[in-house]
């Protein structure tokens, strides 16, 4: 049975991204203790970089980076050297900056013709490295979301067809709403996760979207449908972007 969220409001942009760095470096000490090695689904947009800052700013020395294994939580159809690539924005702003060992990233290959193939080639790498029970899905010890103005998470937006999946690890999205298709992880992985957070900052639209995503069941957001079976689910948030919650 899925567990209430834990949302917590912090009073800047800055504190939020102290805060959820070090929940990701807890978790992660905790993960290689417990199993060797810390395995994180990154996320693309904008908000990541504040967290990627802060880690590479104060956190270098509280966790054993040599034993993290980066995947994604999603890719746009793009190669990896576009503007718009997520694994661009994480490798300057990020693995770049801790010197990661290429074979412990595995990036989403969103630069094939066809996004299905690229997802499906992502599949195998997820089953090849959490090699998961028949019938059973990658567990992830952290997955980082974002959320987007309509609702979406990862790629999965709003009446797409990945919103559906009950089987793939991966898929090809096609989203109508950009006129592209996305590569993304699906629910049955996300929901598999040891951690999954939230990461939001800013107002406006995004602060509507959160008392929504929170407070209204009836919303029916795409990140609604993130519920980890047997994980944590956390919600952080800065001041701007919590300010609509009751
Ligand atoms: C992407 C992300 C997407 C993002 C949200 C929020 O590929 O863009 O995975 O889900 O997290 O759109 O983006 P911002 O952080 O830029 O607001």
């Known amino acids: 049975m899925p567990s209430a969220p834990l949302v917590q409001v912090f009073g800047s942009a800055q504190e939020l991204f102290r805060a959820a760095a070090q929940e990701f470096c807890s978790i992660g000490s905790q993960s290689i203790q417990a199993r060797g090695k810390f395995t994180v689904a990154l996320s693309g947009g904008s908000t990541p970089?504040?967290?990627?800052?802060?880690l590479v700013s104060n956190f270098s020395s509280a966790l054993a980076w040599e034993?993290?294994?980066?995947?994604?939580?999603?890719?746009?159809?793009?190669?990896?050297?576009?503007?718009?690539?997520?694994?661009?924005?994480?490798?300057?702003?990020?693995?770049?900056?801790?010197?990661?060992?290429?074979?412990?990233?595995?990036?989403?290959?969103?630069?094939?013709?066809?996004?299905n193939q690229g997802a499906a080639l992502y599949e195998e790498r997820l089953r090849e490295f959490f090699r998961p029970a028949t019938g059973g899905f990658p567990r992830f010890d952290f997955i980082l979301l974002g959320l987007g103005p309509d609702g979406h998470t990862?790629?999965?937006?709003?009446?797409?067809?990945?919103?559906?999946?009950?089987?793939?690890?991966?898929?090809?999205?096609?989203?109508e709403q950009h006129g592209t298709y996305r590569i993304t992880l699906t629910y049955p992985v996300l929901n598999q996760a040891a951690n999954v957070m939230f990461l939001v900052s800013g107002g406006g639209h995004k602060a509507e979207m959160v008392r929504k995503a929170l407070q209204d069941p009836a919303a029916n957001l795409p990140c609604q449908r993130v519920q980890?079976?047997?994980?944590?689910?956390?919600?952080?948030?800065?001041?701007?972007?919590?300010s609509e919650l009751k």
Request: proline share 9%.
């Open 67 to 115: 034993h993290v294994f980066f995947f994604w939580g999603d890719e746009r159809h793009v190669p990896p050297d576009f503007p718009e690539s997520n694994f661009r924005m994480c490798n300057e702003t990020l693995l770049s900056k801790f010197s990661i060992s290429p074979d412990h990233v595995f990036r989403m290959p969103g630069e094939l013709p066809d996004a």
């Open 228 to 242: 980890p079976v047997n994980g944590k689910l956390m919600w952080y948030l800065d001041q701007q972007a919590g």
């Open 49 to 54: 970089r504040g967290l990627h800052q802060e």
């Open 154 to 175: 990862a790629s999965l937006f709003p009446e797409t067809k990945a919103l559906e999946e009950k089987e793939h690890f991966v898929v090809g999205n096609w989203v």
